[in-house]
């Protein structure tokens, strides 16, 4: 495509200096650059984008994108944010692949990933070829791809969409994270349904306070299309037993559908029972009831369910449809998974790094552990550091035994972290130990635990590495704990 057509689609005041190559390809990291690229030079929370354009030139970019005058040798177009002209170019550029996509976007502190995998499942159930983004990975169709973040820049986004769309994709469900939102990563995505999963403490580090988390999650209801198209209805899936979920219901024109246990809602889960296998129970909706057997386990993962299922309904699925595909549900790479080496104790690897996941992964544990809970739980480096205490405290208050260790310090001193924790609770509280090494920590509670014990390891779940210092070392709490219990033996 030209540079001056692929320009025509970008609205507002900019300039152009220069030539009107060919644009083979978008590009934001120079080291990515090949001949014939648009560059668009970011300014980053580490460098600045524009400290590189020469680098991109070098490598061949056709032209470059930026928000001041640059010396280089190449077309340049001025712009006044070109975080937001990316995101509007690259829309342009794939040819608007989410207009032809069914879109459910997935936004919450919790829950995200378990509930995008429940909406894809419920999908390819119906028989759709389905596109999924998140946490752990990038899935288009049978084929997977690593990806960097959650919810990747707008770029990787759109040109992720266009596969999707070359690859016979009709149905696509992605996580949204706060970052991303307050970052416009999604600026351009056109989705068909909004959900929301819930809202409690993180990513205070980034946010500041509690009012900015909750209004950057909100964006992604208030950019939900503002217009009334039956060809095409747009809506917003609202945990009604969150009371978050009121504010969202202002800010969006979209149709609600709410869904909870607590309060009445559209979608709802009675007669919940947990059985030694897993949990059952009625699935309500305006379109009728069906009973649900699932393996999965803990009320966190009903509302997964309900949230999951509500967002299918509004996507046009039958009742009969989702029903079936929840009582098939696979549980999600490293949540709540059991490590299972013959041992007379259970061991779990789960993902809770919230004091609120942490809490509600603990509690589950307890409704079956016939004897004592260890919970091996370290906390992130250059992250919320106010949710360290918290999680220390839920951690004792909810364990027999807690096992302080480390999760990713990152640049942080291992040390430093801990201390954090440890600021959380009292010796009074509870029995704790604090053991840096995790690889050490999670040997000593598979070494102390005894027939019936439960030991829960949290905060990495499907993670296979540790980021320590600058560092990405190979790490995998299974398979640590899976040598641990041979060890014992
Ligand atoms: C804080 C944050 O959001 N950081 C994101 C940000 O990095 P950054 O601002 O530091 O980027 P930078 O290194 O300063 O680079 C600026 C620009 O220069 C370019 N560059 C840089 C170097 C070079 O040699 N050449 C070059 O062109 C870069 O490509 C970029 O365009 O932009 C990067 C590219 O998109 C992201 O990968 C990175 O996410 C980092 C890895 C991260 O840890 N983010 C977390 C906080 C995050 O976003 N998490 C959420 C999930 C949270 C949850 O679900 O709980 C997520 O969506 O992943
Ligand atoms: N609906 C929920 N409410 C509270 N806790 C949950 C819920 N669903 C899952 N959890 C807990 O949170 C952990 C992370 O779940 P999941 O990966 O689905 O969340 P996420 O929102 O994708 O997290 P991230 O922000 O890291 O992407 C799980 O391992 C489980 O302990
Ligand atoms: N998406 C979360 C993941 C945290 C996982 C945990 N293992 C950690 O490193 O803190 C974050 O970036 O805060
Ligand atoms: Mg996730």
Known sequence: MKLQTLLSRLPGFWVHRGGNPDIVALEMDSRHVTPGS???CLKGFTVDGHDFAEQAVARGAAAVVAERPLAVDAPLVLVPDSRRAMAILADAFYGHPTHRLHLIGVTGTNGKTTTTHIIDQIARKAGKKTGLIGTVGIKIGARSYPAANTTPESLVLQRTFKQMIDEGVEFAAMEVSSHALHQGRV??????????????????DYHGTMDEYRNAKGLLFAQLGNRYDERRPKFAVLNHDDPVSQYYKHMTAAPIITYG?????????????MTPSGMAFRLCTPHGSAVVETKLVGLFNVYNMLAAAAACLASGFSLETIAAALRDVEPVSGRFETVDEGQNFTIIVDYAHTPDSLENAL??????AKRNVYVVIGCGGDRDRTKRPLMAQVAVRHADVAVFTSDNPRSEDPQQILRDMEAGVSDQDGRYVTIPDREEAIRYAIRQAQEGDVVLIAGKGHETYQIIGGNVIEFDDRAVARAAVRERT
């Open 363 to 368: 509690k589950t544990v307890r409704q079956f």
């Open 38 to 40: 648009l560059f668009f």
């Open 261 to 273: 246990i607590r309060t009445k809602s559209d979608v709802m889960a009675e007669e919940i029972a």
């Open 187 to 204: 600026h351009g995505c056109d989705y068909d349904v909004a959900v929301f999963t819930n809202l409690t403490q993180d990513h205070l």
